[in-house]
């Protein structure tokens, strides 16, 4: 399955921004997804993963309580909507597809990132 990321860009502290992760290519809905994030420097982070039923979601203790990953099995896509951004969310966010909802790294695909870039 091929992902694509999208909806990234430049946001005020305090803002919102929903992110979206457009599947091809294999059979979405036999697929957990997962958003991870990389700021400069940093190793890569757990953001949050939904099952492939949305039943079972899960967050990454950084985004819990501002954060919700949802997906569209109709569509192909999955989403992150996050709010109130801080400049520390500044990374790039990387979606992900793996068949097990409960890993929180080393899935077995991956789209390109986009860059989210929260300013103060």
């Known amino acids: 399955v091929q992902l694509q990321a999208s909806g990234g860009g430049l946001v005020q502290e305090g803002g919102s921004l929903r992110l979206s992760c457009a599947a091809s290519g294999g059979t979405f809905d036999e697929y957990s997804i997962g958003w991870f994030r990389q700021a400069p420097g940093k190793e890569r982070e757990f953001v949050a993963a939904i099952s492939w039923n949305g039943r079972n979601i899960y967050y990454g203790d950084s985004v819990k309580g501002r954060s919700t990953i949802s997906r569209d099995n109709d569509k192909n896509t999955a989403y992150l909507e996050m709010g109130s951004l801080k400049p520390e969310d500044t990374a790039v966010y990387y979606c992900?597809?793996?068949?097990?909802?409960?890993?929180?790294?080393?899935?077995?695909?991956w789209g390109q990132g986009t860059q989210v870039t929260v300013s103060s």
């Open positions: 992900a597809a793996d068949s097990n909802v409960f890993k929180r790294d080393n899935y077995d695909y």
